[in-house]
């Protein structure tokens, strides 16, 4: 089955890839330089991931996977959250979303508890029309320092619960067995194979925010 996923990140598509497995052809807009980036104007991550994947459902033939995705931190009364990416300002870096988290965990006046969340929404769309919603989240800490070489965004600094190890510093396999992306895309891939038609009255299955 091919998929294109609604992103230009290569690392995000990578990891799909290796999630979905070999029944399915993924591959990314970065052979489609004449869709142009989704406004993400949603008010939660379902919203955004929708926005996303109706938008580049409608300029392709096959089956369009958009992701929206971040982080959770309690103690920021979920901060980043949709802004995940951007925290730091538009065009931030990895290092400097990092940065500007650790910095607002240490600003607060009294020691507080570090517990975070990722979370993941999957929408699935075709020819304009959304066929379906998929998420998935994984709870856990926030390191105080970055940790690791490998993953990417708040990887360094997230410490899944039950591991004493950041998303960076596990191998792959491990990680894609406890992400939250992965956790999503299990639940898609057992949609994909299903294919039943979208329902327009069906409920949207999105955990609330801490």
Do not use: W
């Not at 993924?26 to 406004?39: E, F, G, H, R, T």
């Not at 304009?128 to 690791?148: F, K, M, Q």
């Not at 898609?188 to 801490?210: A, C, H, K, T, W």
């Amino acid at each position: 089955m091919q998929l294109l996923i609604a992103t230009r990140n290569r690392q995000k598509t990578r990891e799909f890839a290796q999630l979905l497995g070999a029944e399915f052809s993924v591959s990314d807009l970065s052979k489609y330089q004449d869709i142009p980036a989704a406004a993400e104007n949603g008010k939660t991550f379902a919203e955004n991931a929708i926005e996303k994947a109706l938008a580049a459902s409608k300029k392709v033939d096959c089956l369009v996977v958009a992701d929206d995705s971040g982080l959770e931190v309690h103690a920021l009364g979920g901060a980043p959250g949709i802004f995940s990416a951007r925290y730091a300002g538009e065009g931030a870096t990895d290092v400097q979303n990092v940065e500007k988290l650790l910095r607002a965990l240490c600003a607060q006046s009294v020691p507080t508890s570090r517990r975070a969340r990722f979370r993941c929404v999957l929408a699935v769309a075709r020819r304009g029309e959304l066929i379906d919603t998929v998420d998935g989240t994984v709870e856990g800490n926030i390191a105080e320092e970055p940790r690791g070489k490998d993953g990417f965004g708040y990887d360094p600094v997230f410490v899944p619960a039950g591991f004493d190890h950041t998303f960076a510093e596990m191998p792959v396999e491990l990680k894609n067995q406890l992400s939250h992306r992965a956790r999503a895309v299990v639940a898609l891939r057992e949609r994909l194979r299903r294919m039943q038609p979208y329902r327009p009255n069906d409920s949207i299955s999105v955990e609330p925010p801490l």
